[in-house]
């Protein structure tokens, strides 16, 4: 793809009013936003890995108490809801 003669005029007159300090201030500015979304990211997938682990446990150990109540004639319905830690960020 070929760059036509006024695109490159329009780059220019941005880059004439800007200085290198100013080109600094945006590599820290776009440093610290990488940080911060890098955080973030982590945090999600910490948080969807204990999610993932709590869902397995809890449906294997749902399964085997389904079976021990329904040959007792009682229902299971997961009143330990309260009891799931916080994890983080939401």
């Known amino acids: 793809m070929a760059v036509t003669d006024k695109q490159l005029d329009v780059l220019a007159v941005l880059l004439d009013h800007r200085e290198l300090s100013d080109t600094e201030d945006d590599r820290g500015y776009h440093h610290a936003m990488y940080a911060d ?17 709590l869902v397995g446990s809890r449906a294997g150990s749902s399964y085997q108490d389904d079976d021990a109540t329904s040959s007792a004639g009682l229902s299971h319905h997961g009143d330990d809801e309260g009891n799931v830690p916080f994890t983080g960020l939401l």
């Not at 945090?43 to 682990?53: F, L, S, Y």
Request: glycine share 0%.
């Open 37 to 53: 979304e890098l955080n973030a990211l982590m945090t999600a997938q910490i948080q969807a890995i204990q999610m993932e682990e």
